[in-house]
């Protein structure tokens, strides 16, 4: 496997604890140098302003609110990210519906392929 994601710092924005736990296991074995994560919008947004990140994991819905703030305030920084979501529908927001989208529940390859190809443009 590309080792793309060799080094990289990575923000998930993830509410659910054992899905989050479950994707930084995952980024761990592909090599990223930090995960770091947040479980709220206001979380996400602080940490956006605080630190650098090469790239982004963004839950669709967070506790019951949509992560618009967070995904316009990575878009503004130039931080390119992904979506996750478990929800089925096509609910993906204008001017952000060219982001890939990873489906709940993903599996370890569906991961690694998702990321590299958004860090690799």
């Given at each position: 496997m590309d080792k793309l994601l060799s080094g990289r710092r990575l923000l998930v924005v993830e509410d659910e604890i054992l899905v989050l736990m479950m994707i930084e296991d995952m980024l761990g074995d592909l090599?990223?140098?930090s995960v770091t994560s947040a479980a709220t919008i206001a979380q996400a947004i602080a940490l956006i302003e605080a630190k650098i990140f090469d790239a982004a994991m963004l839950d669709m819905n967070l506790d019951g609110d949509d992560s618009n703030t967070v995904a316009d305030a990575l878009a503004e920084r130039g931080v390119p990210f992904i979506y996750s979501t478990g929800n089925s529908g096509r609910d993906m927001r204008e001017g952000f519906s060219n982001r890939a989208v990873l489906r709940k529940p993903f599996s370890f390859d569906e991961l690694a392929t998702k990321l590299e190809?958004?860090?690799?443009h």
């Open positions: 090599g990223c140098e190809s958004l860090l690799s």
